[in-house]
């Protein structure tokens, strides 16, 4: 399947990158370093996309310093006014790891179809290129989650790629709507069973299979969520291996 020889997502709840000692800067957090080593390269290609903030030029250039000290090649991909790349399939698929940041999901989602960045990313997967992502750029790999791209209140929202057959919950201990909505939305049927993650803890599967939680943050936690056939659903802590610096 080249590059580690398999497909793998990492979904992160939040806590992808912290304040640095630096004043104002970020840097990556020890979450971003196992995703970069799920490639099996010493000096990844790390491919940021900032879509879901409307490619917000301060924020990728944020992120390009939280990786100064790594030994790492960062590039990105924009779609305002156009595409920055004459190949956005090609940059994909010549990527190591790509990360996708926060924002709204159902621009995001939107904006990738249109593209057919959608279709690129489902080839890269299969091709071994690391997927990887915070909030809406957890979610946009499941077939969908709840979201607050249509205002402050969250709704559910199923449109996402569905490379992996789960909903998925972000922000799930810092965000009170978030556990109830999802617990709804997927009792309903409104949404596949699936798994959720607190701030500072990632989803990381293999294939469409959920391998286990990593997280930065102890006493924080994932969890699987399912219906339970009477119209509910119900919960199922799962405990994260903690990653150090």
């Known amino acids: 399947m080249g590059r580690s020889g398999q497909s793998h997502i990492l979904a992160i709840g939040g806590g992808s990158f912290r304040p640095s000692a630096r004043h104002g800067f970020i840097e990556a957090s020890p979450l971003l370093r196992y995703a970069l080593d799920l490639s099996g390269q010493d ?6 996309l900032a879509t879901a903030t409307g ?52 621009n995001l989602a939107a904006l990738w179809r249109l593209h057919g960045l959608d279709e690129a990313f489902r080839e890269a ?16 790999w499941h077939v969908g989650g709840n979201t607050d791209s249509f205002g402050p209140t969250l709704r559910t929202w199923a449109d ?21 909505l999802l617990h709804r939305s997927v009792g309903s049927g409104e949404l596949p069973d699936g798994y959720a993650a607190d701030e500072g803890v990632a989803l990381h599967y293999v ?7 990593v997280t930065v943050h102890p006493g924080s936690y994932a969890y699987k969520v399912e219906h339970d056939g009477a119209g509910g659903a119900k919960e199922f ?6 990653l150090t610096s």
């Not at 997967?125 to 946009?140: D, F, I, P, R």
């Not at 294939?207 to 939680?213: K, L, S």
């Not at 802590?237 to 903690?242: A, C, G, T």
């Open 55 to 106: 490619d917000d030029a301060e924020w990728l250039l944020r992120m390009y310093g939280a990786f100064g000290a790594w030994d790492v090649e960062v590039s990105h991909l924009t779609v305002f006014p156009m595409p920055n790349v004459a190949d956005p399939r090609e940059w994909i698929l010549s990527q190591d790891v790509i990360y996708v940041s926060g924002g709204s999901v159902a």
């Open 160 to 180: 996402g790629l569905g490379l992996l057959p789960y909903s998925c919950g972000v922000h799930y201990n810092s965000d009170p709507q978030r556990r109830e």
């Open 237 to 242: 802590r799962i405990e994260p291996r903690l």
């Open 43 to 48: 000096r990844p290609r790390l491919g940021l």
């Open 207 to 213: 294939g469409t299979e959920f391998i286990q939680a």
């Open 125 to 140: 997967w299969e091709a071994g290129v690391v997927l990887s992502g915070q909030s809406a750029g957890a979610l946009c």
